[in-house]
């Protein structure tokens, strides 16, 4: 069925503002901060979701190609990346996530203001090192997610788009 809603003029307006005022995929935006302290198991998320370091430096094997991390890494998985973490021997890595379910990640990419031109999903990550002040910017962003997962209208909005501010720094740095 497709969304739509009439103007005063009595004119439809199709779109998918529904998504919003139903609360059908914003509440899957969730951030979250955790420590790895010894290597991680290969995991395969159902979903996209950023990774930022935050402190520490280790190596990331992603469908069994290594990256190494240090702070400020900026890391977009999708769900078809076999992902492990290797934290450096004696030493934890921090880091942030921002999860986001696959239906919002699919609206992201067909915003019509986000500058992609032609869409290629490889088989690594995309990965860029933010400056000192955008990692700042990307760890303020996602220490507000979990405090906007919940069921208001302006805060599902709000939690929306700072995973368009991720996904313009990622963008703005590639």
């Known amino acids: 069925m497709t969304s739509h809603r009439k103007t005063e003029n009595n004119e439809l307006i199709f779109g998918v503002h529904n998504h ?6 914003p509440i899957t935006i969730q951030g979250r901060e955790y420590v790895v302290d010894a290597e991680t198991p290969v995991d395969c998320g159902d979903d996209s979701y950023f990774l930022l370091v935050t402190a520490g430096a280790g190596t990331m094997y992603v469908n069994n190609i290594h990256f190494s991390l240090k702070r400020g890494m900026l890391i977009c998985l999708g769900p078809f990346h076999a ?5 450096q021997p004696g030493a934890a890595l921090h880091l942030m ?10 609206y992201i990419l067909s915003c019509p203001y ?7 999903i490889p088989d690594e990550p995309a990965i860029v ?9 990307a760890e303020t962003i996602i220490q507000k997610l979990p405090l906007l997962h919940s069921v208001d209208y302006l805060e599902e909005k709000l939690s929306f788009l700072y995973m368009m501010q991720l996904y313009g720094l990622l963008i703005s740095n590639s």
């Open 20 to 25: 919003f005022q139903s609360g059908i995929f």
């Open 114 to 120: 986000l500058p992609i031109k032609t869409l290629i």
């Open 129 to 137: 090192s933010l400056s000192e002040p955008e990692t700042h910017i």
């Open 97 to 106: 996530e921002a999860h986001i379910n696959s239906g919002a990640y699919m």
């Open 83 to 87: 992902c492990r973490i290797v934290p």
